[in-house]
């Protein structure tokens, strides 16, 4: 037991946020359309920094921030949620510390939680990365593997790590040793606080679309897909409309980002 399983009221009703019906069997393809269906309708994003929210690292409060309050999240909050739900329905699952890649190399550990979730084969599973694979990827594997978001391949380090590289491009070095939400609370609160932590920089909400993805940094709305690139600037009100048409996130006032003093 990893301490993560729900209540089947908050399963179902996670489910049902989902738009799925509750799976027969925890098995391969059960986890991919979870995991697919999971990136198009619950967004990424990190309002809750600017709203002034607390965030908790626990199954029951992450996973009614999905269901009741019809929110997202970061890595903790989407991947905490999703483990929750995949253990519940039978998955085994493993929590992950990842470091991700920035311009001098990979960054603190706690930077990122990724899951490992056995069918009974070992993928990795992230939908808490922005943009990412839209499918899970084998674990095990040291091939390139084709996904509709790019061409992703998994490297083990000379330490015994895994590095997921997507079209080339390293992107974080998974630890595998098991951790638990509690691990990942310092590097949560980092993240939500410190004026160097870029969640903290602006605004942002973001998921897959059928063709593309469809996000709002701070006021500006950007929409790719089949037909290219559109990029618009909103205003007033047309910010918080755009939340709630475009990622169903009711809000009563727009998060804006904190200004934040020299010695802050």
């Known amino acids: 037991m990893n301490g993560l399983r729900i209540d089947s009221s908050r399963s179902g ?3 049902a946020r ?3 019906c509750s799976p027969e069997r925890p098995d391969a393809e059960t986890l991919r359309r979870l995991h697919r269906q999971h990136l198009l309708t619950v967004p990424f994003e990190n309002l809750s920094v600017h709203l002034g929210e607390d965030i908790v690292l626990e199954p029951e409060a992450l996973t009614d921030k999905i269901t009741e309050s019809r929110r997202g ?39 990122h939680l990724a899951l490992r979730v056995e069918t009974p084969q070992p993928w990795l599973v992230d939908v808490g990365f922005g943009r990412h694979s ?26 015994g790590d895994l590095d997921v590289h997507r079209d080339g491009v390293p992107q974080y070095r998974i630890e595998q040793r098991p951790r638990t939400l509690a691990d990942f609370e ?3 609160w980092w993240h939500r606080t410190s004026p160097k932590s870029h969640f903290t920089q602006s605004t942002v909400c973001s998921r897959l679309t059928g063709d593309g993805r469809i996000t709002l940094s701070g006021s500006t709305l950007t929409v790719t897909g089949a037909a290219g690139r559109h990029e618009e600037e909103l205003a007033g009100d ?3 409309s755009a939340y709630r048409e475009h990622f ?17």
Not at 135 to 141: A, G, I, Q, T, V
């Open 13 to 15: 009703a996670y489910l």
């Open 18 to 20: 989902l738009g799925v």
């Open 73 to 111: 999240g970061f890595c903790y909050e989407l991947n905490g949620a999703f483990a929750a739900l995949l253990s519940t329905l039978g998955f085994p699952v493993t929590l992950l510390a990842a470091r991700v890649f920035g311009a001098d190399g990979p960054g603190p550990l706690f930077d």
């Open 134 to 159: 839209e499918y899970p990827l084998r674990l095990d594997s040291r091939d390139e593997q084709v996904d509709p978001g790019g061409l992703f391949r998994i490297e083990e380090t000379p330490q």
């Open 186 to 188: 310092l590097g949560c």
């Open 238 to 240: 047309a910010v918080r």
């Open 248 to 264: 169903g996130i009711v809000l009563d006032r727009v998060p804006v980002r904190k200004q934040r003093g020299p010695g802050s």
